[in-house]
């Protein structure tokens, strides 16, 4: 009886201990976390003058819709949506970019839109969480521009939508660090914007490749291998890019899968490779990364492919 007294206080002061532990670890993580996304960056946004003519705005609708991919997250007509939302993960929420109601289009300056797009910071110069801000910070000052006159013509909607909410998987990912979950994180903040170089060279498909993210996926030497966090499991390997990985295919096999989504033998690649973006790319943009992967030094990809 005495032991059987001295077992059960032993394990429940085990307990206790464990559970302060927890706690603190628990405490911890969303200190460190907080902490992180509080941290405000030293920005001074590029100087731009957004034009307002037609064909500027033209160019920034291609840009969105063919090769930066905005609405994926933002949503069809860029009026914001829950793009996650999971109390493990969190609830991420891509902002409403029009005029309308709940959206920032008639509140952000031209410095606030820079600083968002290619700086990855909000207005109070805080990190934006998941925003793919490092690819765009590629951007020619002419095409930044022109995406940015061209999301200043997209018409209002009226859209108000939730705040962000961190759970605990991307507290603890954020207080870790290294990841792109903070995205002013892993900017170089003195990039400066590219020269796009002229269409139809393996420059402007270097450019290209830049600002539409291929290396996100594909890795920074587009070798491919696992994708990087925040890909949904069963997410297939990126495919080697570069002539070691479809060094076999031809112009028109490149353009047939960008354009389709299939391969040369036929066969369908998954619907995360975003194809269905890239398809709308003009043929010259196409040829210009077509040229740019050839140029690649031939490279073994970190996954299986
Ligand atoms: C992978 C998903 C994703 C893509 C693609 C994406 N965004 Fe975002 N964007 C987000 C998320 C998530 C937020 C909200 C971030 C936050 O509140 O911390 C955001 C926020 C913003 C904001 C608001 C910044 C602020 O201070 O509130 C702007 C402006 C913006 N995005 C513009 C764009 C533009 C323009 C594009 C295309 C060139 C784009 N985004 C593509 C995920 C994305
Ligand atoms: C969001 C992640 C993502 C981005 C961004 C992305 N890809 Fe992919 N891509 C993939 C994945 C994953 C696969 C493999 C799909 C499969 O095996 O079904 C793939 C496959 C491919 C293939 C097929 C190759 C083969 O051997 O099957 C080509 C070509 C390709 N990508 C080119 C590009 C180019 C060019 C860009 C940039 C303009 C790009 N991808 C951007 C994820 C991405």
Redesign the pocket.
Known sequence: MNFLKKLFRLTAALFAVLLVVILLGIGGIYFVSQRKMDQTYAIHPVLIKIPTDKKAILRGHH??HAI???M???GKNLAGKV?INNPAVGR????N?TRGKGG?GDQ?TTE??VM??RNG???DRK??????SLN?SYLSKKDLGD?IAY?KSIPPVNHSLPS?KLGPIFRLVIAKGGSDLLSASVINQNQKPLPSGKIGTSDYGYYLVHIAGCMHCHGPNLAGGTVPGGAPPGTPPAANLTPAGIGTWNEKDFMTLMRTGKRPDGSAVSSFMPWKVFRHMKDKELQSIWLYLKTLPPAESNGKK
């Open positions: 840009l969105v930066l991919g905005c994926a997250c933002h793009l991420i929420v891509p902002k970019l920032i952000f606030d839109w968002a797009i910071v909000s207005p990190s934006l969480i998941l925003m793919p765009f995406v999301l962000n």
